[in-house]
């Protein structure tokens, strides 16, 4: 751990929040001259610490540690890089435009990956202005479709599904896009609309 960088980072966050060190002290029941020392590099937070400093900053505790806040590429939001992210402990479905980083229950996220879809046998069809969409796949507590989502070129429609409960989506019809769907035991899947 580098206390000179982690002192930057946490004078800079410090900033950002609009606090003095006497303010930051205070939230923390620590000496301002703790800050001090940590902003001038010349000693690090201790452990027990590092949870509020990741609270009250709002930032993960390693990238604390390693004084270093990346930022990602600026991407404006191209829904063709869309990622999609889930829990395997309580199931979270999270979206994003690109790569980030993602934490779940206690549990640091991958992207799902897209799997081969072959073995479902996926029924479309338009009622009215709407994709009413079947799917051939068990619905049972060990293994079930997770979530549906289509997504267009400037928007995502997402519809989390739950075991026991039939597999069947009926989603607005938008121009041209990507449906995907995740089982829970085989991974995401994707197909053309």
């Known amino acids: 751990m580098d206390c000179n960088k982690v002192g930057s980072l946490i004078f800079k966050l410090r900033k950002e929040k609009n606090l003095t060190q006497k303010q930051l002290a205070d939230i923390m029941n620590i000496s301002d001259k703790t800050i001090s020392k940590w902003e001038r590099g010349l000693g690090c937070p201790d452990v027990s610490l590092l949870g509020e400093l990741s609270q009250i900053f709002n930032v ?16 404006g939001g191209n829904m ?9 402990t309580c199931g979270n479905v999270i979206t994003a435009t690109s790569e980030a980083d993602v934490a779940c229950c206690g549990r640091k996220l991958i992207s799902l990956e897209l799997q081969n879809n072959e073995e479902y046998d996926i029924n479309i069809e338009t009622v009215e202005n709407d994709y009413y969409i079947t799917f051939s796949h068990e619905m049972s507590k060990e293994h079930y479709i997770s979530f549906v989502a289509y997504v267009a070129y400037d928007r995502v429609m997402l519809i989390k599904l739950y075991p026991e409960q039939s597999s069947e989506v009926r989603l607005p019809k938008f121009n041209r896009g990507k449906l995907y769907f995740a089982c829970n035991q085989h991974g995401m899947m994707m197909k053309e609309l």
């Open 60 to 75: 993960h505790i390693e990238k604390i540690l390693s004084g270093d806040l990346e930022s990602n590429n600026t991407d």
């Open 80 to 88: 063709k890089k869309i990622k999609f992210y889930m829990c395997p």
